[in-house]
């Protein structure tokens, strides 16, 4: 028997943050970050809860690639507190870090009642990049900071009760932002359409999100302002991020979580510069020959949906890697581990233990094809150059 999930609900629009009025709770605890603060979002939530007479509490450490340790201040924080109701606003990863916080703190409770006496809070997420998909996923990634690794999180009552998908919050995104966030909704959506998992239900959420990104990505990296842009990839992000939840990833994912947990790197530009490398992996792209033609179908299918030559299973491989490479040149991501700045010998020095992580990575299971640690290494290698 398969399944298909379609939760949360989802608000969308410029006004879609009023959702905020139509809250039962009493006590809220935020999750958010300095950034968030300092901008003035916070305030948008805030004058609703002191208007409906809502008291809060505020968590802004929250930093980019949210640590286990801020994790675990921030459950100190919602133990004490007690809310029954949970907002987190910002990009992925005050949305991430709020999930891990009440990832803990009901695994905790597990441990001291029964778990159908547990109530988790009502969960609001509301997201101010166009890239994680993060409010309408089950999935968390945290960062332990002392080993250097990325730790991925999936428990159903991680899932978001509301996500709010205001697009007028995302004008602020600086163009690199933009950039790589957008290519993470395409890395979501491509992983999500070749996964095995995959299904005509999700084929569909996948299918828009690739072609919303090739159509929109460049207008919002170019013009800020640009809001019918910046609508549709906050609607593409959502997109996708309900493929992959239902679909899972793959080993782009695994691959990149290594490597940002290794280097000091944004998780969006890794994605984007390994997806060329990955594309060809899963084809079994062999010289000009392909191995494994039931993939190399799904992205013959994506280019032929873009428009791009798509004639053969090579020629439709080629375009869709190849574009992708044009499109990260376009948006200043580099297209090798090396234009990074990261020197070759540090490099090898990491690669064997980033292989073994990726190989290890709970994404990788969702891979259409079987990895092995070497292939793992083989495709850091390639990228490398």
Known sequence: MNKFRLKPEIYYGSNAIEYIRTLKGKKACIVTDKFMVDLGFIDKITNILDDKGVTYRIFSDVEADPSRETVLVGLQHII?????????????????????????????????????????PWF?????????????????????????????????????????????????????????????????????????EASYFTDIYAERAIETVFRYLNRAYEDGNDMEARAKMHDASCMAGIAFCNASLGINHSLAHALGGTFPLPHGRCNAMLLPYV???????????????????????????????????????????????????????????????????????????????????????????????????????????
């Open 124 to 196: 609001v997420a509301i997201p101010t990049t166009s890239g994680t998909g993060s409010e309408v996923t089950s999935y968390a990634v945290i960062t332990d900071k002392k080993e250097n690794i990325k730790i991925p999180l999936a428990e159903d009552y991680m899932l978001p009760d509301v996500a709010i998908l205001d697009y007028e919050l995302t004008r602020t995104m600086p163009p690199s932002v933009t950039a790589d966030t957008g290519m993470d909704v395409l890395t979501h959506a491509m992983e999500a359409y070749v996964s095995k």
């Open 279 to 385: 594309i060809r992996f899963n084809a079994g792209l062999k010289g000009r020959e392909i191995t494994n033609p039931e993939v190399a179908k799904k992205y013959q299918n994506i280019a032929r949906l873009l428009g791009l030559p798509s004639d053969s299973l090579l020629e439709g491989v080629l375009s869709i890697s190849e574009g992708i490479k044009i499109m990260n040149k376009r948006f200043n991501i580099p297209n090798s581990i090396k234009e990074f700045g990261i020197d070759k010998d540090e490099f090898m020095k990491h690669v064997d233990d980033m292989a073994k992580a990726a190989s290890q990575d709970m994404c990788t299971s969702g891979n259409p094809v079987k990895a092995t640690f070497e292939d793992f290494k083989k495709i850091y290698m390639e990228a490398y150059e």
């Open 80 to 120: 004490e507190q007690k809310p029954d109701t949970l907002i987190a606003i910002g990009g992925g990863s005050p949305i991430d870090a709020a999930k891990a916080i009440m990832y803990f703190c009901i695994k905790t409770k597990e441990k001291l009642v029964e778990p159908d006496m547990i109530k988790k």
